[in-house]
């Protein structure tokens, strides 16, 4: 499934899974945000799903997002945070 995903897009979402905010996770990628929002949205573009909520609660995981952020963790094998 996520064999057309390029790795620094599963990078972006696992960083701001673990943050769960744009710019501590752009800081760590050493990006900009809006790089950032624009990878990730490029990302639920191209898998036709929502991998975060922005909310009055700031943002969260959907239970989508939770499920793929376990795939590319597996992919690139890393542990699972969270």
Excluded: H, S, W
């Amino acid at each position: 499934m996520a064999e057309f995903l390029e790795v620094r897009q599963k990078q972006a979402a696992i960083v701001l899974a673990e943050t769960l905010d744009y710019d501590a996770a752009a800081k760590r990628l050493k990006i900009a945000p809006a790089d950032l929002r624009d990878e990730i949205e490029g990302l639920e573009a191209k898998l036709c799903l929502c991998i975060f909520k922005e909310g009055t609660g700031g943002l969260t995981l959907t239970d989508d997002g939770r499920i793929l952020i376990r795939v590319f963790r597996d992919a690139l094998g890393r542990d699972n945070r969270g």
